[in-house]
């Protein structure tokens, strides 16, 4: 029997002041993990979403961030 794994890709957010966190694409959506978090901030169905999840994580006033995929 043979298993099928579902391809990952990995964004990540540049700020003005470096890395502000990362998406990655796996089986159950679009995971966000904010730089130097213990635990990812959660899971969304899509990568807009994904995006505006990581965006809403930052500091009030933050520029939108630059994702760049790995």
């Known amino acids: ?5 579902t391809p990952q890709a990995l964004w990540v957010a540049y700020g003005t002041g470096g890395v502000v966190g990362s998406i990655r694409k ?3 959506g679009y ?3 904010m730089a130097g978090a213990d635990e990812v ?3 969304y169905p899509s990568m807009d979403i994904a995006k505006s999840a990581l965006r809403s ?3 009030p006033n933050s520029d939108w961030p ?3 995929q790995h």
């Open 57 to 59: 994580h930052m500091k």
């Open 1 to 5: 029997m043979s298993t099928t794994e």
């Open 26 to 28: 796996d089986g159950d």
């Open 41 to 43: 901030t959660g899971t």
């Open 66 to 68: 630059e994702f760049r």
């Open 31 to 33: 995971t966000v993990t």
